[in-house]
Structures are given as structure tokens and as C-alpha cells.
């Protein structure tokens, strides 16, 4: 699945940034499968609100292979994360499930600097909300 097949559902907002470098960004990525995207690219996305029922699974493996995954910076995909909302949780309930067993046992086990810890707590209330 790729974001150009997605894009029926695209809203008004989307198609008004066509000037932005957003749109430079989308255009440059809407043609490669989400699974094999970049990162940094799913960082954006899941940032934007983009698929999130699409997007998120694959920022769920990132996150599983490397609770502090970033490419610009240590937390980046939790940072990312920490934007969707209870309602984004809601309707991945399985991606759901996963980031609350990944992150709690990262903070378990204090694997997450107390930089990003708020962040992770975040992500924790937004989604058991």
C-alpha cells in the first residue's frame, strides 16, 4: 500500500498545501509502499496525521526494533507518536496493545532518558485514555 493509493480520502487541507514543502515531501514519497519507508518519512507522516491506520504499524516495528529510533535525533519516533490522538489509538488497537508493551517496559527497565520520558507517558495516556 502506498500513500497514492490512498489518496481518495486525501481532505481539502491536504490538496491546499500543494505549494508547501510539505507537498515536496508528500510528492517525493506518495509512490513508495509504506512498509519500506524511511524512518524519518514515517516520523513526518504519523507528525501530519497521515494514514495513521496505515502508517502506524510500520512506526510500531521501528519502535519495537529501537524504543529511542530517530534520525535526526534520539526519540524522534516517540516524539512522532506522542501527536496521535486517543481516537488514533482507538482505531489500531493492536499497534495500541504493542506501544503500551514496548514503552512500558522501556520505562521499566529505564531505558528511556528522562528527556523523552514525557513524551513516552504521553503516548501511554493517549492511548489507555
Not at 515536496?24 to 519507508?37: A, G, Q, V
Not at 507522516?45 to 512506526?59: N, S, Y
Not at 524522534?76 to 506501544?99: G, V, Y
Not at 517496559?105 to 523523552?116: F, H, M, R, V
Request: glycine residues 2%; contains cysteine.
Amino acid at each position: 500500500m502506498k500513500f497514492a493509493d490512498l489518496e481518495t480520502t486525501l481532505d481539502a487541507e491536504l490538496i491546499d498545501k500543494q505549494q508547501s514543502s510539505f507537498m515536496s515531501w508528500y510528492m517525493s514519497i506518495r509512490e513508495i509502499p509504506i512498509e519500506k519507508m524511511e524512518l524519518d518519512d514515517i516520523c513526518k507522516a504519523l507528525r501530519q496525521r497521515l494514514f495513521v491506520t496505515h502508517v502506524l504499524p510500520v512506526g510500531i516495528m521501528y519502535l519495537k526494533a529501537d524504543v529511542l529510533a530517530g534520525d535526526d535525533y534520539e526519540g524522534q519516533l516517540i516524539s512522532a507518536l506522542k501527536i496521535l490522538t486517543h481516537e488514533d489509538w482507538s482505531n489500531c488497537p493492536i499497534e495500541a496493545q504493542r506501544a503500551i508493551h514496548i514503552i512500558q517496559n522501556a520505562l521499566d527497565n529505564k531505558s528511556i532518558p528522562a528527556t523523552i520520558e514525557h513524551d513516552a507517558r504521553q503516548i501511554l495516556d493517549a492511548v489507555v485514555r
